[in-house]
């Protein structure tokens, strides 16, 4: 029989900013188990009770092969030089297929992760990508309370994890390669919607040339795709295995931080909330509906039908939602 968690000796542990209770406190608002969902949510309603300046949040997401780890600890590094306390979190949806990360984000980010000032937590294996985003923004309410002023949230994956992400921090920061060739292949239209900075990396060396036209026709393609938006995105190059423009990507997230002001900084939190209940109460549902004595029942006959041919999906999920219901009732 495990112990109880004492919620309130995590809670201070938190606020201290005593590195094994802060993973301790992540590692409970991921667990997935029904004792540790009800201790999460007294943890997170005592961390709310703790006063702190909103933390800057950040997303980073980028193509394959454009250094996102190699950026993170350039960045975190200067930031942490410069007396901020950084938190790094990993949004992975490849571990919703097998059930961990396929990060080595510790190994990748060496200075960083001995650094007293940072905090780097792999991605969670959450079973969905909607369970991955509820651990991720539990941790970060963990690792506010903890005392770190800056979140970089890093997305490995493409697509839906991406449009997760940036509904969940303050600015979007995209990361992308010069190309020979067509240098916007491979960067799809929904990426330029959600961007609140790019950076075309790895502009060293013989690239640099190539960095900066590939950065010139982005701008071109941002103004295509945002038109008169109230913020323009900038697009900058940098080199995170140099260090050269890495400070400037960071001024340019803090002028969109700025851009927001503190007002709309609070609305845009305020959605995200609305948003993250929603997603939470979907959460709940599916783990209920697959906990549900009744579905379980009928799971088996259903399955094999819809293979078979002989239940359209749709009708299936009516039988299971049906089994459901008869059981809630």
């Known amino acids: 029989m495990p112990r ?7 809670v201070e ?57 190699t950026f993170i600890e350039s960045l975190g590094t200067r930031l ?22 396929v990060l080595g984000d510790k190994t990748r980010m060496a200075a960083l992760a001995v650094d007293p000032r940072a905090f780097i937590r792999p991605s969670p294996s959450a079973g969905t990508l909607g369970g991955v985003a509820r651990a991720t923004v539990q941790a970060m309410v963990v690792l506010e309370a ?17 449009v997760t992400v940036a509904g969940m921090v303050d600015t979007f920061l995209f990361l992308t390669l010069a190309r020979t060739g067509d240098q916007l292949q491979g960067i799809k239209k929904g990426i330029l919607e959600i961007a609140d900075v790019v950076a075309v990396n790895k502009a060293d060396g013989d690239h640099e040339a190539d960095a900066r036209v590939a950065a010139r026709e982005l701008a071109g393609a941002l103004r295509l795709v ?7 995105p900038p697009v900058v190059t940098c080199s995170a295995l140099t260090g050269a423009g890495v400070d400037d990507v960071w001024q340019r997230v803090a002028e969109h931080r700025e851009h927001l002001g503190v007002d709309g900084l609070a609305h845009k939190r305020a959605e ?11 959460d709940e549902l599916a783990q209920r509906l697959r906990s549900s004595a009744g579905v379980a029942a009928v799971r088996d006959d259903v399955r094999r039908a819809v293979l078979a041919g002989e239940l359209p999906a749709p009708l299936a999920a009516d039988r299971l939602l049906a089994a459901y219901d008869t059981g809630t009732n």
């Not at 030089?81 to 097998?98: E, F, K, N, W, Y």
């Open 80 to 101: 942490t030089g410069a007396g901020h306390r950084v938190g790094v979190l990993a949004v992975d949806p490849s571990s919703v297929r097998t059930g961990g990360s």
């Open 272 to 282: 995200q909330q609305l948003d993250f209940m929603w997603a939470l109460v979907r």
């Open 226 to 232: 945002r038109g008169h938006a109230e913020w323009a």
């Open 146 to 162: 903890a005392g770190h002023d800056v979140v970089l949230v890093e997305t490995v994956g493409v697509g839906q994890s991406e």
């Open 13 to 69: 542990g938190v606020v201290a900013g005593r590195r094994a209770d802060v993973s301790r406190a992540i590692t409970l608002v991921e667990s997935s188990r029904t004792e540790h969902r009800a201790a999460a949510r007294e943890l997170l309603t005592g961390l709310a009770a703790v006063e702190r300046p909103p933390a800057t949040r950040v997303g980073i997401s980028g193509v394959p092969g454009v250094g996102k780890s």
């Open 4 to 10: 109880p968690v004492d919620v309130p000796a995590l």
